[in-house]
């Protein structure tokens, strides 16, 4: 399975957007990226998901590079309901999902 | 869209009793299933995916097996649990329109 790179953790403050990084310089044609986040004691929600154009979404945009071995989660005003682990994820359809450790983000009022 | 049922939210068993626990899945047909464990404070590790009925494929060693005796039931089990076995457990599907993870169970072995 490919893999991902994510940092650890970032803040915003509330109101503000929120640009999350994800590197996969592995990736194969077929790899799908995916974003998930989870809240505190929750499974993983499903945020957005893209192949090769930027898609957007009620949650998100999906910025993905022109290489596709990189990506950016875009939350457009980032909420207090949006703390979270954001997970970045490499796979192909129903594929099995292997998660990394995530982005922790925190977001301040 | 899929659901996914999970119980119970939260389980309290001694070190050596039995486990189980179920998951039910509606709004679709022949999913992938999986289980899933995290550890407090870690990531998510895949333990257990199914493509169909009978059908099991275990991804780390461990004291646990999993079974699924119909299509949208996937069932994680223990003969005797460890301490090492405490976490949260989530089941989750997959179909063409994506996955679906459950609410999860929180397990402490004491």
């Known amino acids: 399975d490919a893999k991902t790179t994510q940092p650890n953790s970032m803040e915003s403050n509330e109101e503000e957007p929120v640009h999350l990084p994800c590197n996969h310089s592995t990736i194969s044609g077929t790899d799908y990226i995916h974003w998930y986040r989870q809240l505190p004691s929750q499974g993983p929600e499903y945020v957005i998901h893209g192949l090769t154009s930027n898609v957007n979404n009620r949650m998100a945009s999906l910025a993905i590079a022109e290489d596709r071995k990189s990506s950016t989660l875009i939350l457009h005003r980032a909420t207090l309901r949006d703390a979270a682990v954001y997970y970045c994820i490499l796979s192909r359809n129903t594929d099995k999902l292997i998660f990394g450790t995530g982005t922790r983000l925190q977001v301040f009022p | 869209s899929q659901t996914i049922h999970q119980w119970p939210a939260t389980l309290v068993q001694p070190v050596g009793s039995p486990l189980s626990l179920e998951c039910t899945v509606e709004?679709?047909?022949?999913?992938?299933l999986y289980w899933y464990r995290q550890a407090a404070g870690r990531g998510l590790q895949l333990l257990f995916y199914s493509v169909g009925i009978g059908q099991i494929s275990s991804e780390v060693p461990q004291n646990l097996s999993a079974s699924r005796p119909q299509d949208r039931q996937f069932i994680l089990s223990s003969k005797k649990l460890l301490l090492s076995d405490s976490g949260f457990y989530l089941c989750?599907?997959?179909?063409?329109?994506?996955?679906?993870f459950g609410s999860g169970t929180r397990l402490t072995v004491v």
């Open positions: 989750a599907s997959a179909d063409i329109l994506g996955y679906t």
């Open positions: 709004g679709t047909s022949n999913p992938n």
